[in-house]
């Protein structure tokens, strides 16, 4: 079965850092592009990032330029996400999604996400 | 920069009646590169509908896809209790690789 099960959210304060993690199962993850993708309470999806298959493509959302870091480890099956400067506007639902065909861009599956809270 | 509207917000009706949903781009989009998802309270969004009007694996066939250009349409041919939830339009580039998702529309019960 096809899995991703993220990890590392929880409660951190304005200007802190935080660490996503996102172990992929059931297929070749080296093969597969993926992505972040976030989701305030409440409120729609937002695309954060985007890395390759490789890991040699990298591309970021302008609300997190600069701020925050993808990454993934292939030998693991890991995807990561490294989030420092955090805002409170960070505050959301963190799902890691695999882009389904290579070269296409639809979303398929997804993680059940993982909450990261940004407050004092 | 793509972007999408979604309407109507909220659509209400009943089960076994007929829902459609407009997704609308800023500027056109190949219709290889438009898909749909699915998300219900408190769980991942899923993939229903990809390049426009293919329907993903285990997705019913009540569900189909269609649009071209700007004008992207979902249609529920026959609404099941399971298929009230948020649906959301999402359009992706190839380089450079950017995704958008559509603010959603949330089908709940008349």
């Known amino acids: 079965e096809v899995q991703l099960v993220e990890s590392g959210g929880g409660l951190v304060q304005p200007g802190g850092s935080l660490r996503l993690s996102c172990a992929a199962s059931g297929f070749t993850f080296s093969s597969y592009e993926m992505n972040w993708v976030r989701q305030a309470p409440g409120k729609g999806l937002e695309w954060v990032s985007y890395?390759?298959?490789?890991?040699?493509?990298?591309y970021y959302a302008d609300s997190v330029k600069g701020r925050f870091t993808i990454s993934r480890d292939n030998a693991k099956n890991s995807l990561y996400l490294q989030m420092n400067s955090l805002r409170a506007e960070d505050t959301a639902v963190y799902y890691c999604?695999?882009?389904?065909?290579?070269?296409?861009?639809?979303?398929?599956?997804w993680g059940q996400g993982t909450l990261v809270t940004v407050s004092s | 920069e793509i972007v999408l509207t979604q309407s109507p917000g909220t659509l209400s009706l009943s089960p076994g009646e007929r829902a459609t949903l407009s997704c609308r781009a800023s500027?056109?989009?190949?219709?290889?590169?438009l898909a749909w998802y699915q998300q219900k309270p408190g769980q991942a969004p899923r993939l229903l509908i990809y390049g426009a009007s293919s329907r993903a694996t285990g997705i019913p066939d009540r569900f189909s896809g269609s649009g071209s250009g700007t004008d992207f349409t979902l249609t529920i041919s026959r609404l099941e209790p399971e298929d009230f939830a948020v649906y959301y339009c999402q359009q992706y580039g190839s380089s450079p690789r950017v995704f958008t998702f559509g603010p959603g529309t949330k089908v709940d019960i008349k």
């Open positions: 890395i390759s298959s490789s890991g040699s493509t990298i």
């Open positions: 999604a695999r882009i389904a065909v290579a070269g296409t861009g639809w979303f398929d599956p």
């Open positions: 500027q056109s989009v190949s219709s290889s590169y």
